[in-house]
């Protein structure tokens, strides 16, 4: 599809992956609606690229329904919708001072896997009953995993299963859809420098930039943009999850 003239929605796109992705589809002329939880950074991103900001908790579903009412009255129908929205907080080694809070483990499923779903059957739900575009398409759905999905670390048990559950929903829920001609692909990124990382020493940071075997740094939220663009525009590609790492593959 050719965004050109498209409505899209981002989720997280007040920080990080999804604000450059918002940027991109922004600069090849959609109209984009910013959806973050964090209605500051997302009033920021959308100012600095003429979309509209949409507070949105993608792991409610009363949220996600009004903020799809609100860019629908705001902008019109969407027929992009990139999933950035995740959390990689509350992570805590298994088996060490005592059980694992069963809270945070709830809590990262709740955003990163059923936060995705949320938001891709709701705007299926309404890119289903769009006119189709050329070739019988009415959308296109891209999803954020990660590669913890199949290389998870220590502390990542939670992470790991609910990017693990984005990966194994993606060629389902393409099949699904195929027959409304909706789109589905999931990309899986290494480690990408983003605030999500920020958060980390430096010197692990400088570490695993090391360990990625070419391009031996850590990835820019530009180059996962220029994925996710990549998939709007192909329409061949579906059901599929492309990793995007540089080829690491980390020791435990
Ligand atoms: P980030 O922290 O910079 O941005 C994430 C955004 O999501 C934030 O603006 C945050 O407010 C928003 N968010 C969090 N919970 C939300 C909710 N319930 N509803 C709506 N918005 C919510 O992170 P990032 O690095 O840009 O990561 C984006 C996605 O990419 C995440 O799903 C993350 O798991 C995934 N990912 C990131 C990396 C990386 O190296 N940065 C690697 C693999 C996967």
Redesign the pocket.
Known sequence: MNPNGQIAIV??A?????EATARTLAAKGARVAI????ID?ASTVAAAIGGIAVQ????SGDSGVAALAEVAERLGEPRILVN?????IGVKTIGKDGPHPLEQYRKVIE??LI?TFNMIRLFADRAAKLEPLQGGERGVIVN?????AYDGQIGQAAYSAS?GGVVGMTLPVARDLARSGIRVCTIA????R????AGMPQEVQDSLGAAVPFPSRL?E?SEYAALALHIVENQMLNGETIRLDGAIRMAP
């Open positions: 989720t997280g007040g920080s990080g992956l999804g959806l973050d939880v964090g950074r949105c908790d993608v792991s950035c929205a995740g959390i990689a955003i990163n936060g954020t995993a990660s590669v913890a990017k990124p290494g480690i990408f983003t605030p999500m990382m990835g939220p």
